[in-house]
């Protein structure tokens, strides 16, 4: 009999739900993808739901779930253990905290401490069976992190890196996979966090914690390297902020944080005394020393990671490096690794945060727990991330009856002539096929998509589209089978989770002069693929296999064919503040308040300008 496990992760941030069988992903959600709440952290009912009813249709029973199907139902974290953290530490910095313990204390008592009633009620309610019967486990937050990483990787073993904000009491973790079994071998603790600390780093600079620090990690290039500004700030981080060793443990001076007891990052007139600079507010002007503080602090996060790696390949002799946790989706951390050679292969979970969890936590509920046996393949077991629901043409063409909207329905080979010669005349579209990503990077099947080799793409895409900052750069997706003829690596990135640098017969000469505003550097072309190369001729690749997205890959070798060329800007198919659309009527949604040209879901194909006025 088969072996059924639902995965949750709830409360914190990116609530999500995933479902395994025999250790293979069937089928996984973020909440917020269906409750269009950015980074929704409630209990991910809808997504519990899917699991039940989607993904059940493709486990061996080929129907929807009811409780009793399942072997476990695994919860991402210990709570109780995770609120042990939470009352030493507002007893120990006593009476500092009073404020974020009555603010806390409610969500606990109501929900968080007695997730076990909760996700049975919810089970029942959602399927109308009992579910008293189901098996309630619960790994701890960085063990579940740790098997998101290790068992889905392509390999038989491998030292395995988590590094976070904070779980229970781990910020941090180095461990060892063999086969289906997982050590831990090292962890750091609460309140020092290399996480905590970036999200630190990402409130200064003026942006959202939990969601901003891929604009901080976005902003660093336009720092200037060599600059006495730079130096001075690296400097400063590593003298007053934190104490970073030879081993990867660091230890932060707490004089200068406030998120162990506080309601905010940091004390806002420490930092500014120290640095010289009045933090950031939001949405504020973004100087020269915003961008030389933003290089600082990739620079020392980067430096840190790269010790923890060399721990982890000390600790294990491993070859094979693991990689999840949020600070795992520091992609341009990750490129370094990878450049400095510290591994020789490298795996990242699309999904490396809390999100992940869900799968990490149902993963080691089956092979830890179970016993359940795992067989390295040689190749990842993520689907290629496309793993979330999947909308059939009779659900496209209700939500185009119900909208008024008027479409085209093609064949395959015209859908895809016609995408690829309006995206080579200019055009913009919006794309929307199969299965869902799991994760937060579109990978293809929720994707806007445009040329790269459009010099003013960056900023109508930033602007006109995204509504987002100017300064933002954009991922290229590139034929796998091409990428060595555009970047220097050239090596394989499915998940859009490594840098590479573009290659040197792409590159433009483009040197700043002194006083350049971030504007007119914006403006200046640095390769023959100018809206997704970045100042330091960096970008965030995907590259694209025809074995996990043949619809994707057949669109890309469409457009070589027509252009020569294997490269298309690839971001997420949403408008700022909001989750990447799901559904088709979420698609729709978008196209209409933005300034997308066109419009493909599955084989129907919408053109703005023969759409009817959007209805209130």
Not at 67 to 85: G, M, N, V
Not at 409 to 414: F, G, I
Not at 424 to 429: E, K, L, P, Q
Request: net charge neutral; charged share 25%; hydrophobic share 40%.
């Amino acid at each position: 009999m088969s072996s059924l496990i639902l995965g949750i992760s709830a409360f914190y941030h990116d609530s999500a739900a995933a479902l395994i069988e025999d250790g293979r992903l069937l089928f996984a959600v973020q909440e917020e993808r269906l409750s269009r709440k950015k980074h929704d952290p409630s209990f991910p009912a809808a997504a519990v739901r899917a699991c039940l009813e989607q993904g059940g249709r493709l486990s061996s029973l080929g129907r929807p779930l009811a409780p009793a199907d399942l072997a476990a139902a695994a919860f991402y974290e210990k709570p109780l253990l995770k609120f042990e953290r939470l009352l030493e530490t507002y007893y120990g910095l006593a009476p500092r905290g009073v404020s974020q313990f009555v603010t806390a204390l409610p969500s606990w008592l109501g929900e968080k401490l007695f997730i076990k009633r909760v996700i049975r009620a919810e089970l029942e309610r959602l399927t109308g069976a009992p579910a008293d019967g189901v098996k309630l486990l619960f790994p701890e937050h960085h063990l579940s992190h740790a098997a998101s990483a290790f068992y889905p990787s392509p390999f038989g073993e491998a030292a395995i890196l988590t590094v976070d904000g904070v779980g229970e009491w781990a910020t941090g973790t180095i461990s060892h996979g063999e086969g289906s079994a997982i050590r831990v071998l090292r962890e750091q603790r609460f309140p020092d966090s290399l996480g905590l600390l970036y999200s630190a780093f990402t409130f200064y600079a003026g942006f959202k914690v939990n969601s901003g620090e891929y604009k901080l990690m976005g902003l660093a290039p336009y720092g200037e390297p060599g600059g006495d500004r730079t130096a001075r700030f690296r400097r400063l981080i590593l003298s007053e902020l934190v104490d970073s060793r030879d081993d990867g443990s660091i230890r932060l001076n707490q004089n200068y944080f406030d998120y162990a007891a506080g309601l905010r990052m940091i004390r806002d007139r420490r930092w500014e005394q120290l640095f010289g600079l009045p933090r950031r507010k939001p949405e504020g002007p973004l100087l020269r020393e915003h961008c030389d503080f933003a290089l600082a602090a990739q620079q020392v996060t980067e430096e840190i990671v790269l010790k923890l790696a060399r721990e982890a390949r000390r600790l294990t002799g491993s070859r094979n490096l693991c990689l999840a946790g949020g600070v795992a989706l520091n992609c341009v951390a990750n490129g370094r690794l990878l450049r400095e050679n510290i591994s020789d292969d490298l795996w990242v979970q699309p999904a490396a945060g809390d999100a992940g969890g869900a799968l990490g936590a149902a993963l080691a509920a089956h092979h830890l727990y179970f016993g359940g046996a795992r067989a390295a393949s040689g190749s990842d077991g993520m689907l290629g991330a496309f793993a979330g629901p999947e909308y059939g043409e009779a659900e496209a063409e209700a939500m185009a009856r119900e909208a008024g909207a008027v479409y085209e329905k093609l064949s395959d080979a015209e859908l895809l002539e016609r995408a690829a010669a309006l995206i080579a005349g200019g055009a913009v579209i919006g794309w929307h096929q199969g299965r869902a990503e799991w994760g937060p990077r579109a990978l293809g099947n929720r994707s806007i998509l445009a040329d790269a080799r459009n010099p003013d793409m960056q900023a109508r895409l930033n602007l006109k589209i995204k509504h987002r900052e100017n300064f933002r750069p954009f991922a290229p997706s590139v034929l796998a089978e091409d990428a060595a003829d555009y970047f220097e690596a050239g090596r394989a990135s499915p998940y859009m989770l490594l840098v590479d640098h573009l290659a040197p017969a792409r590159r433009l000469p483009a040197k700043d002069e002194p006083g350049m505003t971030l504007q007119e550097r914006l403006g200046r072309a640095r390769s023959d693929l100018p809206a997704v190369t970045h100042l330091d001729y960096s970008a965030r690749v995907q590259t694209v296999h025809r074995e996990t997205n043949s619809r994707y890959h057949a669109l890309l070798s469409a457009f070589r064919q027509k252009t020569g060329c294997g490269v298309l800007v690839n971001t997420s198919f949403n408008v700022r503040g909001e989750p990447i659309v799901c559904s088709p009527a979420d698609a729709y949604r978008c196209f209409m308040r933005t300034e997308l040209d066109y419009l493909a879901i599955g084989n129907l194909f919408f053109d703005k300008k023969k759409q009817p006025a959007e209805r209130s």
